[in-house]
């Protein structure tokens, strides 16, 4: 009975969910850092950065953790400090300070422009699919998943890709349209 389940939850911004033009949605088992405070997304108090994390950062003690005490806002603080949102070349910088796998989301809106950076590494796993239906892209672990949900909601998608690794994608999240692509090589 879902009655004694508690429910929190978190809200990113204002608004309408029927305005909504993207929407960053994550499902965890925590492997650390349990409770609504590590819960993802991780938004900045200024509403203009939001994190989701698949992975495990095994060096987060290495960075200055205000939003949680989990290992996943290591990423976000090391994105924020590298400027990666202003120049997407400077992603490799963040992948040297990381230690570990990870496959992430990270929504921007701090130079006013909206984007979503979507990148993975250290053979963590990413899968992409776009669902007709939804007229949309979405993103997963799992393509399993991605392939099962669509079965159970009877929608239909394009084939599931594998995200290729040591890749970040910047998407416009209200298009969709692809903004740049870029290399690094992530550190073990």
Do not use: W
Request: hydrophobic share 35%.
């Amino acid at each position: 009975a879902t009655d004694s389940i508690p429910f929190e939850r978190n809200e990113f911004g204002e608004g309408e969910l029927e305005d909504a033009v993207s929407i960053l949605l994550h499902t965890r088992m925590a492997t650390s850092g349990r409770g609504m405070h590590n819960t993802h997304p991780f938004v900045t108090k200024d509403n203009k950065f939001a994190l989701i994390h698949n992975g495990v950062i095994t060096n987060d003690r290495d960075f200055e953790l205000t939003l949680s005490t989990c290992d996943s806002e290591a990423i976000l603080v090391s994105y924020m400090k590298n400027k990666v949102h202003n120049k997407i070349e400077n992603i490799q910088s963040m992948a040297d300070e990381l230690r570990g796998y990870y496959a992430c989301g990270i929504y921007s809106s701090s130079r006013g422009i909206p984007q979503l950076d979507i990148f993975r590494a250290n053979g963590a796993n990413l899968h992409v699919a776009y669902i007709n239906d939804l007229e949309t892209f979405v993103f997963s672990t799992s393509g399993d998943d991605i392939r099962d949900a669509c079965k159970y909601l009877e929608l239909t998608h394009e084939p599931v890709y594998a995200v290729k690794e040591e890749k970040v994608l910047r998407l416009d999240p209200i298009t969709g349209n692809r903004i740049a692509l870029e290399s690094f090589k992530s550190s073990l």
